[in-house]
């Protein structure tokens, strides 16, 4: 699983390839949370994604706004003191990722600049998207996969096989047309 790709940035190197969740049925989620006295807990710090192999793939920020995917079972809650604590729990709600428990990872894919490493990574199920990036340091997770396109990022896909159909797997008139029919544009030299 370890990723030998430039998706990863410069101080945390690549973490894994997140392409091997797809296929695989998100059983569980767990996150961190910051709460400071009696206010309202932060939104998640840090996603486990847990999937039907039993892999938690961990999503989080790097301390240079990178976005952090890598394999780890969740930590630990721990006290800061005065600063409050940090709580990490199984969620059922308050994440995108809830309403897709129980589902297969469709596709995965990955917003990468060459300079900054991973941006972003859309997660796609039978029912929607979720989409993991950083905004000002901090993991933002949402339905929708629409981002403001960033000059010089690459998006790469990896995405669950779908069945194949083939020249007479139905009715006439369906499938693919014989390669004779449709020849190759000729070269020019």
């Known amino acids: 699983m370890e990723s030998n790709d430039s998706s990863g940035c410069s101080l945390h190197g690549p973490g894994v390839r997140p392409d091997h969740m797809v296929g ?9 949370r910051h709460l400071y006295g009696s206010g309202a807990p932060s939104d998640p710090l840090d996603m486990w994604l847990i999937d039907s192999a039993g892999i938690a793939t961990h999503v989080t920020t790097g301390s240079d706004w990178c976005l952090i ?5 969740p930590f ?21 990722f809830a309403s897709h428990i129980g589902e297969v990872v469709l596709a995965v894919c990955e917003e990468v600049d060459p300079d900054l490493g991973r941006l972003a990574l859309d ?27 960033i000059p ?4 790469a896909c990896s995405s669950a096989p779908q069945p194949s159909r083939s020249v007479g797997d139905g009715p006439v008139g369906e499938g693919t047309a014989p390669a ?10």
């Not at 010089?152 to 998006?155: I, L, R």
Request: aromatic letters at 2%; a negative charge.
């Open 180 to 189: 004779e029919r449709n020849p190759p544009p000729s070269r020019r030299d």
């Open 24 to 32: 695989r049925r998100l059983e569980g989620v767990v996150a961190s």
């Open 76 to 96: 630990e809650g721990y006290d800061m003191a005065e600063l409050g604590r940090v709580e990490v729990t199984p969620v059922r709600t308050g994440t995108p």
């Open 123 to 149: 997660i796609t199920f039978e029912s929607g998207r979720v989409r993991c990036d950083v905004r000002a340091g901090d993991l933002r997770l949402s339905g929708e996969s629409r981002s403001a396109e």
């Open 69 to 73: 995917v890598e394999s780890s079972p």
């Open 152 to 155: 010089g990022a690459v998006t």
